[in-house]
């Protein structure tokens, strides 16, 4: 848990592309009100939309790319070590299309968060628009949660619904759940560094 604090609660985001949520925190933050500041911007890849977003905040950046280290372990320790040189209270993953290791979630437990394209625990992993309109649903949305070992199967911060519409494909879905994704995620960091957390078993209670 995070009590409430003067100073603006520390946020380092991990990206792998074009960084739309992360320009979405940026922009929030630029409030002194919201509670919060991106410090550091870490991808997995150079080249990104996303790091240019960061530099153009002037936030600093870093880049851990899985195929820079001999084995998978050695790139989480990396990772783990680059995201505490900047002593964050939360990490966000905001697209970040690596799933971290032991070492990272024993660093970070109960401070990384991560958002999903579905209303978990249905159609997790990396199709769920997709998997939303082959089921036939006609209700999907958002999740926004605390990541642990599993493939998206952490305590649940806040979720959102978005109505899966007759002549919907999966472009035009996903892209209306990315619009209420980005708006909760603001929305949900802001109360998570303001007013702070507890977890208990898999029920997050925000004061």
Same mark, same amino acid.
């Given at each position: 848990?995070?009590?409430?604090?003067?100073?603006?609660? !520390?946020?380092?985001?991990?990206?792998?592309?074009?960084?739309? /949520?992360?320009? =979405?925190l940026l922009?929030?933050s630029? $409030?002194p009100?919201?509670?919060a500041?991106?410090?550091? #911007?870490?991808?997995?890849? $150079?080249g990104?939309?996303?790091?240019?977003?960061a530099?153009?905040?002037?936030?600093?950046?870093?880049?851990?790319s #899985?195929?820079?280290?001999e084995?998978?372990?050695?790139?989480?320790?990396?990772?783990?070590r680059?995201?505490?040189e900047?002593?964050?209270?939360?990490?966000i993953?905001?697209?970040?299309?690596?799933?971290?290791?032991?070492? *990272?979630?024993? =660093?970070?437990?109960?401070?990384? &968060?991560?958002?999903? /394209?579905?209303?978990?625990?249905?159609?997790?992993?990396?199709?769920?628009?997709? $998997?939303?309109?082959?089921?036939?649903? !006609?209700?999907?949305?958002?999740?926004? *949660?605390?990541? $642990?070992?599993?493939?998206?199967?952490g305590p &649940?911060?806040?979720?959102?619904a978005v109505?899966?519409?007759?002549?919907d494909?999966? %472009?035009?879905?996903? %892209?209306?759940?990315? %619009?209420? %994704?980005?708006?909760?995620?603001?929305?949900?960091?802001?109360?998570?560094?303001?007013?702070?957390w507890?977890? /208990?078993g898999?029920?997050?209670?925000?004061?």
């Amino acid at each position: 848990m995070r009590e409430g604090a003067p100073q603006p609660a !520390r946020l380092v985001v991990l990206v792998s592309g074009s960084g739309s /949520n992360l320009q =979405a925190l940026l922009d929030a933050s630029a $409030d002194p009100e919201y509670g919060a500041r991106v410090v550091a #911007v870490g991808a997995d890849r $150079d080249g990104i939309a996303g790091l240019d977003r960061a530099a153009a905040a002037g936030v600093p950046t870093f880049v851990d790319s #899985v195929r820079g280290y001999e084995t998978r372990e050695a790139w989480d320790a990396a990772l783990t070590r680059h995201v505490a040189e900047h002593k964050p209270d939360l990490v966000i993953s905001a697209g970040f299309l690596k799933l971290v290791g032991a070492a *990272f979630l024993e =660093a970070f437990a109960d401070r990384y &968060i991560n958002t999903h /394209n579905s209303l978990l625990p249905a159609f997790p992993g990396m199709h769920g628009p997709r $998997d939303a309109l082959a089921y036939g649903v !006609r209700v999907t949305g958002a999740t926004l *949660f605390f990541v $642990d070992a599993g493939v998206d199967t952490g305590p &649940i911060i806040a979720q959102v619904a978005v109505p899966v519409l007759p002549d919907d494909t999966e %472009e035009t879905l996903t %892209e209306r759940i990315k %619009e209420a %994704e980005r708006r909760q995620l603001v929305e949900s960091v802001g109360r998570l560094v303001r007013e702070g957390w507890t977890i /208990n078993g898999r029920k997050v209670s925000i004061p």
